[in-house]
């Protein structure tokens, strides 16, 4: 069964670093864009970051621009975020899915579970 499963998430301080990662079984990403995008409670879901099949091209939402990275490994079928400088406003539960660009929309109609991310004090 195709399946996509975030992990990586926690309670971090602000400033502080988390790395997430998303696995993708029963699908094969290497041929996709990747992206992850994240929900805060009471928000729509928005997209955060993506990268290129290669992981030539990597493409962030302003919000995150300088603090996130993006990357990939093909071979393990997996998409990674790492995240510094973390602060209150990127609590939110965090999801990866297939990308299309250039409008940066997920492509794939299921979601993981999903990880949370909560920075606070």
């Known amino acids: 069964q195709d399946q996509l499963v975030e992990s990586g998430g926690g309670l971090v301080q602000p400033g502080g670093s988390l790395r997430l990662s998303c696995l993708a079984s029963?699908?094969?990403?290497?041929?996709?864009?990747m992206g992850w995008f994240r929900q805060a409670p009471g928000k729509e879901r928005e997209f955060v970051a993506a990268?290129?099949?290669?992981?030539?091209?990597?493409y962030y939402a302003d919000s995150v621009k300088g603090r996130f990275t993006i990357s990939r490994d093909n071979a393990k079928n997996t998409v990674y975020l790492q995240m510094n400088s973390l602060k209150p406003e990127d609590t939110a539960v965090y999801y990866c899915?297939?990308?299309?660009?250039?409008?940066?929309?997920?492509?794939?109609?299921?979601w993981g579970q999903g990880t949370q991310v909560t920075v606070s004090a």
């Open positions: 899915n297939a990308v299309s660009r250039p409008s940066m929309t997920p492509v794939w109609g299921s």
């Open positions: 029963g699908r094969t990403i290497s041929s996709y864009s």
């Open positions: 990268i290129n099949w290669s992981g030539g091209n990597t």
